[in-house]
């Protein structure tokens, strides 16, 4: 969850030019200039509908961040915690986030 989104490998910050072009040149992609969401971005732009799916590696959003499930987490369209350690966080979250598959128009 936006562990060091101002980090490109080898804290290589991302605002530096150099930094992009290197890294851009080895995966063949464009880098954005700016850091990406840290954490707490995430779970703003999830409350907004802005953010339609996340992943938590041994995270619990709810406890460390004081943040209502169904309020922020429960806008989402996929969540996955990932946890071996704690199955009731896992189905705890899944059961308060739970609603309708939202539908998206694709173009043909």
């Not at 936006?2 to 080895?26: C, E």
């Not at 704690?86 to 609603?99: G, I, K, M």
Request: charged residues 20%; positive net charge.
């Amino acid at each position: 969850m936006g562990q060091l989104p101002d980090m490109l490998p080898g804290y290589a910050p991302v605002t530096d030019a150099n930094s992009r072009r290197k890294f851009a040149a080895l995966w063949g992609a464009t880098l954005p200039e700016k850091p990406g969401m840290d954490a707490r971005g995430m779970l703003a732009a999830a409350a907004k509908g802005q953010l339609h799916a996340l992943y938590a590696v041994g995270a619990n959003p709810v406890k460390n961040f004081g943040v209502s499930a169904k309020e922020r987490l429960g806008k989402l369209d996929l969540l996955i915690v990932q946890d071996r350690s704690s199955p009731r966080l896992q189905n705890s979250l899944t059961l308060s986030c739970q609603r309708p598959p939202r539908t998206r128009k694709t173009e043909p």
